[in-house]
């Protein structure tokens, strides 16, 4: 299976800027939350089950 089209939101809802991706963090505690989902390509006849799995995410700031 393979994962691909990633979303990426932020709680509350932020507007996304475009080059390159960003988001301003507005809270005085600095915390900031944001959902990702993606797209899963499952292929003809993948053994039903539950899989895990984990990617990385890496947040670059200033």
Do not use: C, E, H, W
């Not at 507005?26 to 959902?35: E, I, L, N, R, V």
């Amino acid at each position: 299976m393979q994962f691909d089209t990633f979303i990426i939101g932020s709680t509350p809802t932020a507007q996304l800027t475009t080059a390159p991706l960003a988001f301003r963090i507005g809270s005085k505690t600095g915390m900031f939350a944001f959902p990702v989902g993606a797209t899963l390509r499952v292929k003809a006849r993948q053994t039903p089950g539950l899989y895990t799995g984990s990617f990385s995410v890496t947040l670059n700031y200033q």
